[in-house]
């Protein structure tokens, strides 16, 4: 088994935040389970451009962490739904601060990069994207 050579400083406030929402993917997940997209495969269908093992990876951390948990229901075909836990539901605020300052700096983040399209983002609504 796998150990670290530097031990985590889990701690730490920030470490711990980064730890549980840091990467690629996992605020957008977090968002569309808020927005009320909560099956795997329609996750997957909004996420698009993710490939599916990454997606579950991401949601079993989610789930590891306790920020969100699955419930499955007893039909054929079976049916997963994510829901957010009361911690879960405590990380949103953080998420939607990020979305704001996001926003509100972007075109300053994005200054120097020559392929920046505005309304490009892919977690816009379908009517919104400027393609």
């Given at each position: 088994?796998y150990q670290?050579k530097?031990?985590?400083l889990?701690d730490?406030?920030?470490?711990?935040?980064i730890?549980?929402?840091?990467?690629?993917?996992k605020?957008?997940?977090?968002d569309?389970?808020r927005?009320?997209i909560?099956r795997?495969?329609?996750?997957?269908?909004?996420?698009?451009?993710?490939?599916?093992r990454i997606?579950?990876?991401?949601?079993?951390?989610?789930?590891?962490?306790?920020i969100?948990?699955?419930e499955?229901?007893a039909e054929v075909p079976?049916r997963?739904?994510?829901y957010?836990?009361?911690?879960?539901?405590s990380?949103?605020?953080?998420?939607?601060?990020l979305?704001?300052?996001?926003n509100?700096?972007k075109?300053y983040?994005n200054r120097?990069?020559?392929?920046?399209?505005?309304?490009?983002?892919?977690m816009?609504?379908?009517?919104?994207?400027?393609?």
């Open positions: 088994m670290r530097i031990p985590e889990l730490c406030g920030l470490a711990v935040s730890k549980v929402i840091g990467g690629k993917w605020a957008w997940i977090l569309c389970i927005r009320d909560r795997p495969s329609a996750i997957h269908r909004e996420m698009q451009e993710v490939k599916p997606i579950n990876l991401h949601l079993k951390e989610l789930e590891d962490y306790g969100i948990y699955k499955i229901y079976a997963v739904e994510y957010f836990t009361e911690v879960g539901k990380l949103l605020p953080v998420i939607d601060v979305e704001l300052w996001g509100t700096n075109e983040i120097k990069h020559a392929d920046y399209k505005e309304g490009s983002c892919v816009l609504p379908e009517s919104q994207r400027q393609n």
